[in-house]
Structure formats: structure tokens, C-alpha cells
């Protein structure tokens, strides 16, 4: 993928961060996937990896707007698929592993009989094991984790 193509897929996502609707959330999808045609995760597994998780935080940004089942199971295939790739207990498995845990989350709010709320919280917990040294990851994981248990209450 060009460095080009790289920055117009994270910009924007950053944008549709910022907006209300989904519009360049999914503009950042198409740019997303166009870019998966372009990888080869056996030549370039990190990049290919960081893309997926990409692709899937934007694709539960889109299912939590939307509120949309189907794009949660979307965003945790392509999280998933980066797990695959991605070094267990690393910070960028940690940040996936807590993507994923909102992914689930995200599904099992949405979707009566998902039951995906014990595999969200494993993930979050996985996220803040493999975290400790990286705040952020650490944060954003421990965040999510709360949030999970909360909307059991």
C-alpha cells in the first residue's frame, strides 16, 4: 500500500471520528478494503494486520452509529483476522484485543441472542494483561473493560 493511500484511509477516519453520521466512516471503509486488494499478508503481514484492525474499528464505529448488527460481525472478522497476525501480548495485539472487545460488545447490545458479552470482557481482559507498560493501550482497554461490566448493572 502507498504512503498516500495509507494517510487518505487514516485521515478519513479521523474525520468521520468527528462527524455525527457515517459518510467518511465509510469512505474510510472502501479505502480500507482497496487497500487489502493491494497487501499480501505474507509479504507484508504488519501492514496487512494494521489495516484489518483499521477496517474494523471503523466498521464498529459505523455499527455503533448505525446500529447495525451486520457491521459488527463485519469489524470482528477483520479484527480478528489481524489477531491472527498480530504477536500475542504486543501493544498492537493489545490495541486489536481491545478493539475486538468493543466489537463484541457493540454485537451483543445489538443483536438479542448474540451472547458475545463473556468473549467482549475476555478480550478487554486480555487487552489490559498484555497493556502494562503502554498507558494508552492500558487506558483504552481498562476503559472499555469498565464500560462492558457497567452495562451488565
Known amino acids: 500500500m ?9 485521515v478519513l477516519m479521523a474525520l468521520g471520528r468527528r462527524e455525527t453520521g457515517t459518510a ?7 479505502a480500507y478494503r482497496s487497500a487489502l486488494t493491494q497487501q499480501d499478508p505474507d509479504y507484508s503481514p504488519s501492514d496487512w494486520a494494521l489495516t484489518q ?6 466498521m464498529e464505529m459505523i455499527a455503533d452509529r448505525e446500529e447495525d448488527a451486520q457491521s459488527a ?7 480478528r483476522a489481524a489477531l ?3 504477536t500475542p501480548g504486543s501493544p498492537d495485539w493489545a490495541s486489536t484485543q ?4 468493543a466489537a463484541l460488545a457493540t454485537l451483543d447490545r445489538l443483536e438479542e441472542g448474540a451472547h458475545c458479552f463473556e468473549e ?7 487487552a489490559v494483561s498484555a497493556s ?6 492500558q487506558r483504552l482497554a481498562t476503559t472499555g473493560l469498565h464500560q462492558a461490566r457497567a452495562s451488565t448493572d
Do not use: Q, T
Not at 53 to 58: C, K, R, T
Not at 132 to 137: D, E, I, K, Q
Open 120 to 126: 467482549s470482557v475476555a478480550a478487554y481482559e486480555a
Open 98 to 101: 481491545a478493539s475486538l472487545g
Open 84 to 86: 491472527k497476525i498480530r
Open 24 to 30: 467518511k466512516l465509510l469512505e474510510a471503509v472502501d
Open 2 to 10: 502507498g504512503y498516500c493511500s495509507a494517510n487518505l484511509d487514516n
Open 73 to 79: 460481525r463485519l469489524a470482528i472478522e477483520a479484527l
Open 132 to 137: 502494562v507498560g503502554h498507558l494508552f493501550v
Open 53 to 58: 484492525h483499521n477496517l474494523g474499528a471503523v
